[in-house]
């Protein structure tokens, strides 16, 4: 299975499904529910897809050159940037756009949204301060350079920190909004795990086994590549979630106002001192 095939076959096809549904939703009538509507939900998407591209590109490119992982030549058109096909950088968008996609119909058809947590500041400081405890773990990992750990560390070192950014600014609402969130993760997760296994046993791609724990799901499938599939449908979810929420966009309003506050403040005490 050539790369571009399995991205036609696996990805390209259920996106345009998504967007047929997509229209098939508007002519009914049925729409983003309005407290998901803090911005367009399209430049949403679309501003989530360069933010995979840009944050995905250094670190994909050691995992090609430290062998982490590699590609067959022969099933890839030849065109590489750095160490990564292109086709490759396709699938960073391919897939923002189909967890995206799948995402969006999820709220379309979910209007209803849970309470907000009572104490939610404590909950976004409890699980931000648990997330960064395991980033510590895996940091450890990749100085004390135990081989096996390499890949699943440099997994976690790369994807924590913007999780951490994430439920720093808002677990509650992500909470709130966590059947929107497991409806997302869970199903691309399980999907996209099920094609990896499909083009590993093709060929498509290797993963060195030097450089996993060596636990296979589904008989081929690295226990790492189901953990990335998961850990970037989290950052694609749980980034969306946030962005729409109109709550997080009077909370990011209260933040900035509180800083223009705090600068303008500072600023008069220096007026007055000179």
């Known amino acids: 299975m050539t790369y571009f095939g399995f991205l036609a076959v696996f990805v390209v096809l259920p996106i345009l ?3 047929a549904v997509a229209i098939w939703d508007t002519r009914r009538g049925i729409s983003v529910p309005a407290h998901f509507r803090s911005w ?3 430049w949403i998407l679309l501003a989530h897809v360069i933010v995979a591209v840009l944050y995905t590109t250094p670190w994909d490119n ?3 050159a430290t062998r982490v992982w590699w590609y067959d030549p022969s ?7 750095w160490y990564v096909p292109i086709e490759e950088y396709t699938f960073f968008v391919l897939m923002t756009l189909l967890t995206g996609s799948w995402l969006l119909m999820v709220i379309r058809h979910t209007p209803q949204q849970a309470p907000m947590p009572r104490n939610g500041v404590r ?3 409890l699980s931000t ?3 960064f405890a395991v980033w510590l773990i895996f940091v450890a990992i990749l100085v004390l350079g135990w081989r096996p750990g390499t890949y699943m560390a440099l997994l976690f070192v790369w994807a924590l920190p913007p999780i951490m950014l994430q439920t720093a600014f808002g677990a ?3 909470w709130q909004n966590r059947r929107v969130t497991w409806l997302t993760i869970l199903p691309m997760t399980f999907y996209l795990s099920a094609a990896d296994k499909l083009a590993i046993t093709s060929g498509t791609w290797t993963i060195n086994p030097e450089q996993t724990v ?3 799901l589904l008989g081929r499938l690295p226990l790492e590549e189901f953990l990335f599939f998961f850990i970037v449908n989290v950052l694609i979810t749980f980034g969306m979630t946030l962005v729409m929420s109109v709550e997080s966009k009077a909370r990011a309003a209260r933040y900035v106002a509180a800083l223009r506050n705090l600068f303008n403040r500072e600023q008069t005490v220096k007026v007055r001192s000179e």
């Open 17 to 19: 499904l998504l967007w």
């Open 40 to 42: 367009h939900a399209h």
């Open 62 to 64: 050691y995992l090609v």
């Open 75 to 81: 099933l890839v058109t030849g065109l590489v940037i």
């Open 123 to 125: 909950l976004r400081q």
């Open 129 to 131: 301060l648990a997330i």
């Open 172 to 174: 509650d609402i992500l």
């Open 214 to 216: 060596n636990i296979l």
